[in-house]
């Protein structure tokens, strides 16, 4: 619920804080409204970000509260080097090894003068800022369910490992003495007919119509089918029939339909023990 994530959030920033890890400051960045979030000149692209080339950075300046990313890199480098499987594919991690390697700055988590938001439990003047509070939502909403926290699997967009979920996250978790989920999974873009997927322009699929005509295990297989984890793919309704008709149907099908006549014909209906 609201209230409970709210709750949790007051709670974690509040533990965050008491270990040391928050403090005051002045602040100057590029805000991206897109992503709701400052970025470095690191991150931008042709003076913008990546991931919304279409819109001007904003520069503001107020006074927030930080958090200390930059006493985590080592402590995150080891995690990475103890736990190989930590980021998955391969090339991720390499990619976000990199990037923390070369050196992690303090970030701001609170805005100051917004009347919506959740407030900072030690400011009152001050709310936590939507990403801060975004990645919350993962932990709030089990944080009384010890036996589900920590994930087994964080599965994310590759858009958005680095460095939300890949440096971020396993340091806010840290920070508040949390353990880590046991690996982030970064997966791919799907297009459809070899265009990116857009909602403003119509070209996506509704999964609920493949699930009526199809059901949901013939799109559960197409989509395990057609995807290597880590990569793009693309989503196209021949490409779809073909794998439904030839591998599901004639291939699957014909297997299952001819195993079940055996064993009917020759094993009295009933699958027959392993002899060893």
Known sequence: SEERHHAGCRKFIQAVYDAGYIFKKAYTGLYCNGCEAFKTEKELENGRC????????????????????????????????????FIQPESRRNEVYNLVESGLQDVSITRKGFTWGIRVPFDEEQTIYVWFDALLNYYSAVADKPDIWPATFHVIGKDILVPPHAVYWPIMLQAAGLPLPRSLLAHGWWSING???????????????????????ALRYFLIREMSVGQDSDFSQAQFL?????????????????????????AGATVPGVEV
């Open 50 to 85: 990546p991931n919304h080339q279409g819109q001007e950075l904003k520069r503001i300046e107020e006074e927030n509260y930080f958090f200390r990313l930059s006493s985590f890199g080592d402590r995150l480098l080891a995690h990475y080097r103890e736990n190989p499987d």
């Open 195 to 217: 265009t990116k997927m857009s909602k403003s322009t119509g070209n996506f699929i509704d999964a609920g119509n493949y699930c009526d005509t199809y059901g949901v295990d």
């Open 242 to 266: 073909a794998r439904y008709t030839n591998e599901l149907a004639n291939n699957l099908g014909n297997l299952v339909n001819r195993t079940l006549n055996m064993t009917n014909r020759f």
